[in-house]
Every structure is written in structure tokens, then in C-alpha cells.
């Protein structure tokens, strides 16, 4: 965690991404600045330089603004939504964020396509033990 921290505090525009992210949380939640930085223990100062995107704050206080929205550091940190079992490849993860936005027509299309494949490689495992003893025969 602590190299997407160095990362982040790096890059002005993960900065502001993050800051943005934090901003709308507490917002959604209908809370001030001073509000979510007493639930934090922070100064309102500071959250405010967060949601600027000016600092990052430190892992501790990253863990407990987390928990103040209930969301995850790495929702804060990347903008990765929150799920109860992520996707692990972010270049699929990108592709079906993008999906989101298809006409309905389109999106069953693709499913259909990622079904499809699912079956074939399902089937080819399935196959290949066979293939494997036929072979040794």
C-alpha cells in the first residue's frame, strides 16, 4: 500500500482523482468537512487539502476514512469500485466499465460472445484428459 501512496502523491491528476472520490463520499453522505474530519480526528484544513488533491494522507488516516464512508482503501486509492469479489485483471475490469454505458442490444450481444467462450474452454478442459489417455494408449 504504501508504494500506491509514494504513487499517488507523485501524480497531481491520482491526486485529484482521489481527492474527488473523497469529496463525493463525504457528500453523498451530506456531511461538512468539519463533520467527516472530526469522525477522522483530522483538522477540516487537511481533509480539504485531500479533496483538493494537494496531500494524501498518510495510510492510518487513509484506513480511517474508509471506514467513516464504508469503502475500501483501494476504492479511495484507485477508484476500483467495491465489491465482494473484485476483478482481478484491470484491463477486463476497464473493458466492462466501458460495456456500461452500451445499448442493451450490444451488452446482451457481448455476454452471449463471453458465454460462448466460457463453454469452449469449459469443454476443451473437459476434453483434454481424454485426449491425454487416448494418446498414452
Known sequence: MNNRIELLM???VLRKAFGTRLKQLRKQ???AQKELAARVDIRFQLLNKYESGQHIPPAET???LAQAMDTTVDYLLTGNPMEET???NSMLFKRFQAM???NEEDRITIIKVIDAMIAKHRMEAALTPMDKQAASS
Open 10 to 12: 507523485q501524480d497531481s
Open 29 to 31: 453522505r451530506h456531511w
Open 62 to 64: 487513509l484506513i480511517r
Open 86 to 88: 473484485p476483478l482481478a
Open 100 to 102: 456500461e454505458t452500451f
